[in-house]
């Protein structure tokens, strides 16, 4: 139940192109989501986060589209570019819990 | 600068040598994590701290031990590390436990033969 299950592990985009990763979730608890983006040799640091009580929140050509009734969320990069190549991390947390759970991360590639 | 700092970045050692990971933040956080890195296995966490002489294990504390003793250390301990231990690790500050932004220190490579 405290699970985060990430999707594609692994994603190729044209430059230009939408990349969307997908994350599902079981704890009606958490209310926070976040995405982290990693770079190579580097720590991740936040990208996006939301709470549940929004459907979706954009950031420049990042959105986090979320479905409570599903417990999914996803992240959408629009017209996506080669410096967004980098691993995707979704997650989540409750005010009660203590550490943010993490799915296991999707590493995208975005070709020129 | 906020930040997170990790010391030693790479580390080579050997089955059962005694070995510490530090980590120092300096934005007066008071929760502090350490977290390991895998290939397909992604960001499990190891142990935490939720204030000074506070701290609790994580997902995966087999192996480790940490100390905060300080508001800005929490270093990782290893007492006999083991092949096992090989990952890429991470230690992680924030305001509060769970629903605020963690910032993450560089990363720690650590390598036991």
């Known amino acids: 139940q405290q699970q985060v299950k990430q999707s594609p592990q692994s994603l190729i985009v044209q430059k230009g192109g939408i990349s969307i990763i997908n994350c599902a979730y079981e704890?009606?608890?958490?209310?926070?989501f976040p995405w982290y983006q990693q770079f190579p040799g580097k720590g991740p640091a936040l990208l996006i986060a939301i709470r549940p009580d929004v459907s979706e929140k954009k950031e420049g050509r990042f959105t986090i589209s979320f479905n409570k009734s599903a417990k999914q969320f996803s992240l959408h990069i629009m017209d996506s570019q080669p410096g967004d190549s980098a691993t995707y991390f979704c997650a989540a947390s409750s005010q009660a819990g203590t550490a943010l759970i993490f799915g296991k991360g999707t590493t995208l590639s975005v070709s020129s | 600068e906020a930040q997170v700092t990790q010391n030693p970045r790479y580390l080579i050692t050997v089955t059962g040598k005694k070995l510490t990971v530090t980590c120092s933040q300096n934005m007066n956080h008071e929760y502090m994590s350490w977290y390991r890195q895998d290939p397909g296995l992604g960001l499990r966490q190891i142990y935490y701290?939720?204030?000074?002489?506070?701290?609790d294990k994580g997902d995966v504390p087999e192996g480790y031990k940490v100390s905060r003793k300080e508001k800005r250390n929490f270093p990782l301990i290893l007492e006999s590390p083991s092949p096992n231990q090989t990952s890429l690790y991470f230690c992680?500050?924030?305001?509060?436990?769970?629903?605020?932004?963690?910032?993450f220190g560089p990363g720690t490579r650590l390598t036991v033969t």
């Open positions: 704890n009606t608890a958490f209310d926070y």
């Open positions: 992680a500050s924030s305001f509060s436990r769970s629903n605020y932004e963690q910032y």
């Open positions: 701290s939720m204030n000074v002489e506070v701290t």
